[in-house]
């Protein structure tokens, strides 16, 4: 079954840097659309950044554009979320998740709405990350 693994999460300072790492198991890695997510106490889960299945493209929620990264190591089974210039506001459970399909459409809309890149097929358990002086 498909199994994901969220691991790298801790605490780290504003301003500091932190890497995560998701191992995947249980399916063909290498033909899925991958991405992270993270949920904040009291607050519902928030899509944060999505990759294409061949890391051709890659998405990210405002708040985190020009300081965290998604990639993918294919051959290894890895999802990574590199994240730099963390900001207190970061701090979250963050999840990794598998999509049914290789591209999503990510970021895109139509006059009815918008698609929604929760809409993961699988999520992780999570890893904590903490921001805080």
């Known amino acids: 079954q498909v199994q994901l693994e969220e691991s790298g999460g801790g605490e780290a300072q504003p301003g500091g840097s932190l890497r995560l790492s998701c191992a995947a198991s249980?399916?063909?890695?290498?033909?899925?659309?991958m991405s992270w997510a993270r949920q904040a106490p009291g607050k519902g889960l928030e899509w944060v950044a999505g990759i294409y299945e061949d890391a051709s493209k890659s998405f990210y929620t405002d708040s985190v554009k020009g300081r965290f990264t998604i990639s993918r190591d294919n051959a290894k089974n890895m999802l990574y979320l590199q994240m730099n210039n963390l900001e207190p506001e970061d701090s979250a459970l963050y999840y990794c998740?598998?999509?049914?399909?290789?591209?999503?459409?990510?970021?895109?809309?139509?006059?009815?709405?918008?698609?929604?890149?929760?809409?993961?097929?699988?999520w992780g358990q999570g890893t904590q990350v903490t921001v805080s002086s």
């Open positions: 249980g399916f063909t890695f290498s033909n899925f659309a």
């Open positions: 998740g598998k999509y049914s399909i290789r591209q999503p459409p990510f970021g895109f809309c139509n006059r009815a709405a918008c698609y929604d890149p929760l809409m993961a097929e699988t």
